[in-house]
């Protein structure tokens, strides 16, 4: 069955929903119309159809709309075949949702919808069916060649994303926490897409202004984006952010917004926890290989779950041992920003510390031949101080590290983390075994598999980051009581860090430590 959909019915005259009326839903049935000035044009009236999800009505959200929204979603997909969408979508509107407050507003909430567009593949915007699965065994049992799709990512996910290149997508989940990430995701993407579609769809102009090509660099079209923006109801701050975002796609994005509403399918496939077990499975096995080929599987292990950049920064030298080519590179005006900062940080006119920035001015100067070059050896270089990768290669998205204490050199380590009697380190027979941090119940998986395979655990350190009701930005929360939504269980830790061990090394922030955690769902 086809997945389009129709274009929308003009009528001679509907009633105007947004007028002085006594209802609060301003999303109305399949089968009404609506009319509204939604132009400058205030005696232009264009009747449209609004046969887009509804909403009948606000009421205080609790946690019982959530436990709904999750079990109704979950109940769905169950099903062997494919699901819409547009099933969830008044339960979406129920849990009033902080990353999305606009949900029931006619207009575009853009922060929930960016925050969709960078947490789904550019090419999101040509599919209608989405695939969940959790390995590649699962997809080709069904039929589905992903070995053989593209490839994509996501800016701010680390999921394994395949596009067939026409109107589906199939991603890899590694545990009911990353459905419970990707649904709502989904469904805020097509509430926002829809409403979009309506207001470029009032008036019979706005596409043909879209459809006009001229030079980006003239006046005319300086006006005719800023029409676009005005009848879409866009922000400007918001509009640039759209624009950095989709960059020279932007027009040809809401064309095709334009021209089709977004009507997601879902289907799930396996999605058992026999599934998630095995997955996890055969992401450990390469990491167990490479611990018995180094004769490491015996050792004391710490065990870090944070990224893959700041400890292997801290310990191995590789950053700092280019500290003058780094400094060229800032200093050299190709990013105005951080030739600015460099200098402000020599001259000593802004807070802030040397090494810090030498960590940040490397993700830009890795993009140079310099950069690249060094890419090339970093392997080498770290193995040689026995560092040690393993890249995701099944369903989960998840990188891992092994350090051996014993190879470090202790010159070479960021100076803030040398301390008296380091010279120990090369007598140590311990490992750290670091992993980028996974999401939710997967992060539960993971940390069982590695318990169950690993004898001599002497430490588990969680960093991450948080919303929180108290501080700011650059804050250090420090729980020792965390609450599971997932369990209903409340843990009590012993935490070994206190707000005197971080402090010294905060110039921005304040580290809070006593604190309370909730590990929600999806999370």
Same mark, same amino acid.
Not at 278 to 307: C, I, M
């Given at each position: 069955?086809? =997945?389009?959909?129709?274009?929308?019915?003009?009528?001679?005259?509907?009633?105007?929903?947004?007028?002085?009326?006594?209802?609060?839903?301003?999303?109305?049935?399949?089968?009404?119309?609506?009319?509204? %000035?939604?132009?400058?044009?205030?005696?232009?009236?264009?009747?449209?159809?609004?046969?887009?999800?509804?909403?009948?009505?606000?009421?205080?959200?609790?946690?019982?709309?959530?436990?709904?929204?999750?079990?109704?979603?979950?109940? +769905?997909?169950?099903?062997? *075949?494919?699901?819409?969408?547009?099933?969830?979508?008044?339960?979406?509107?129920?849990?009033?949702?902080?990353?999305?407050?606009?949900?029931?507003?006619?207009?575009?909430?853009?922060?929930?919808?960016?925050?969709?567009? /960078?947490?789904?593949?550019?090419?999101?915007?040509?599919?209608?069916?989405?695939?969940?699965?959790?390995?590649?065994?699962?997809?080709? &049992? &069904?039929?589905?060649?992903?070995?053989?799709?593209?490839?994509?990512?996501?800016?701010?996910?680390?999921?394994?994303?395949?596009?067939?290149?026409?109107?589906?997508?199939? !991603?890899?989940?590694?545990? #009911?926490? %990353?459905?419970?990430?990707? $649904?709502?995701?989904?469904?805020?993407?097509?509430?926002?897409?829809?409403?979009?579609?309506? /207001?470029?769809?009032?008036?019979?102009?706005?596409?043909?202004?879209?459809?006009? =090509?001229?030079?980006?660099?003239?006046? !005319?079209?300086?006006?005719?984006?800023?029409?676009?923006?005005?009848?879409? @109801?866009? @922000?400007?701050?918001?509009?640039?952010? +759209?624009?950095?975002?989709?960059?020279?796609?932007?027009?040809?994005?809401?064309?095709?917004?334009?021209?089709?509403?977004?009507?997601?399918?879902?289907?799930?496939?396996?999605?058992?926890? #026999?599934?998630?077990?095995?997955?996890? =499975?055969?992401?450990?096995?390469?990491?167990?290989?490479?611990?018995?080929?180094?004769?490491?599987?015996?050792?004391? $292990?710490?065990? $870090?779950?944070?990224?893959?950049?700041?400890?292997?920064?801290? !310990?191995?030298?590789?950053?700092?041992?280019?500290?003058?080519?780094?400094?060229?590179?800032?200093?050299?005006?190709? %990013?105005?920003? /951080?030739?600015?900062?460099?200098?402000?940080?020599?001259?000593?006119?802004?807070? *802030?510390?040397?090494?810090?920035?030498?960590?940040?001015?490397?993700?830009?100067?890795?993009?140079?031949?310099?950069?690249?070059?060094?890419?090339?050896n970093r392997e080498r270089e770290e193995q040689e101080r026995g560092i040690w990768h393993v890249g995701a290669r099944h369903g989960?998205?998840?990188?891992?590290?092994?350090?051996?204490?014993?190879?470090?050199?202790?010159?070479?380590? %960021?100076?803030?983390?040398?301390?008296? *009697?380091?010279?120990?380190?090369?007598?140590?027979?311990?490992?750290?075994?670091?992993?980028?941090?996974?999401?939710?119940?997967?992060?539960?998986?993971?940390?069982?598999?590695?318990?169950?395979?690993?004898? &001599?655990? =002497?430490?588990?350190?969680?960093? *991450?980051?948080?919303?929180?009701?108290?501080?700011?930005?650059?804050? $250090?929360?420090?729980?020792?009581?965390? /609450?599971?939504?997932?369990? &209903?269980?409340?843990?009590?830790?012993?935490?070994?860090?206190?707000?005197?061990?971080?402090?010294?090394?905060?110039?921005?922030?304040?580290?809070?430590?006593?604190?309370?955690?909730?590990?929600?769902?999806?999370?």
């Open positions: 069955m086809s =997945r389009k959909n129709r274009s929308p019915e003009h009528s001679d005259y509907a009633p105007d929903p947004f007028g002085d009326q006594p209802q609060d839903s301003v999303f109305l049935h399949e089968d009404s119309n609506i009319i509204e %000035d939604l132009d400058a044009h205030p005696t232009t009236h264009t009747a449209v159809n609004t046969s887009f999800e509804h909403d009948d009505g606000r009421h205080e959200a609790g946690k019982r709309d959530v436990e709904l929204y999750i079990r109704t979603y979950n109940t +769905l997909l169950r099903s062997s *075949g494919e699901i819409s969408l547009k099933a969830l979508v008044q339960a979406h509107y129920n849990i009033d949702s902080s990353l999305h407050p606009e949900a029931r507003s006619p207009y575009p909430d853009m922060s929930a919808f960016i925050y969709s567009v /960078l947490r789904l593949p550019a090419s999101i915007v040509h599919c209608d069916l989405v695939l969940l699965g959790q390995s590649e065994e699962v997809f080709l &049992q &069904q039929g589905f060649q992903v070995d053989g799709w593209e490839a994509v990512t996501a800016s701010a996910r680390r999921r394994k994303w395949f596009y067939d290149g026409k109107e589906t997508l199939a !991603v890899y989940v590694a545990s #009911v926490s %990353d459905t419970d990430d990707i $649904v709502p995701i989904l469904v805020a993407f097509q509430i926002e897409w829809n409403k979009m579609y309506y /207001l470029l769809n009032a008036d019979s102009t706005t596409m043909q202004l879209l459809e006009t =090509r001229m030079d980006r660099t003239s006046p !005319v079209f300086a006006e005719i984006t800023k029409v676009l923006r005005e009848r879409l @109801h866009i @922000h400007i701050d918001d509009w640039h952010r +759209l624009e950095l975002i989709w960059g020279d796609r932007l027009w040809q994005n809401l064309l095709i917004i334009g021209k089709q509403r977004k009507s997601f399918s879902l289907r799930m496939l396996g999605g058992s926890h #026999v599934g998630f077990v095995r997955a996890t =499975r055969k992401w450990w096995a390469p990491v167990e290989q490479l611990l018995d080929k180094l004769g490491l599987q015996e050792r004391p $292990v710490y065990f $870090v779950s944070s990224n893959t950049h700041s400890l292997v920064n801290l !310990v191995s030298g590789s950053i700092l041992n280019r500290q003058d080519e780094l400094t060229r590179f800032a200093l050299s005006g190709r %990013d105005p920003y /951080l030739a600015e900062e460099c200098r402000k940080l020599q001259q000593g006119t802004v807070p *802030g510390n040397w090494q810090n920035f030498l960590y940040f001015a490397a993700r830009e100067w890795m993009h140079t031949p310099a950069g690249r070059e060094f890419i090339r989960l998205e998840i990188d891992a590290q092994v350090f051996e204490l014993a190879r470090l050199r202790a010159m070479e380590i %960021d100076p803030r983390c040398r301390m008296p *009697g380091m010279d120990h380190l090369a007598r140590s027979q311990a490992i750290i075994l670091n992993i980028d941090y996974p999401l939710g119940m997967a992060a539960y998986r993971m940390m069982r598999e590695i318990m169950e395979n690993l004898v &001599q655990m =002497r430490g588990i350190y969680i960093l *991450g980051k948080a919303a929180t009701l108290n501080g700011s930005i650059g804050d $250090v929360m420090i729980s020792n009581v965390v /609450l599971d939504e997932h369990s &209903q269980n409340t843990f009590w830790l012993d935490n070994c860090f206190t707000a005197q061990d971080v402090q010294p090394y905060q110039i921005y922030g304040s580290g809070l430590d006593n604190q309370r955690a909730v590990s929600g769902k999806g999370t």
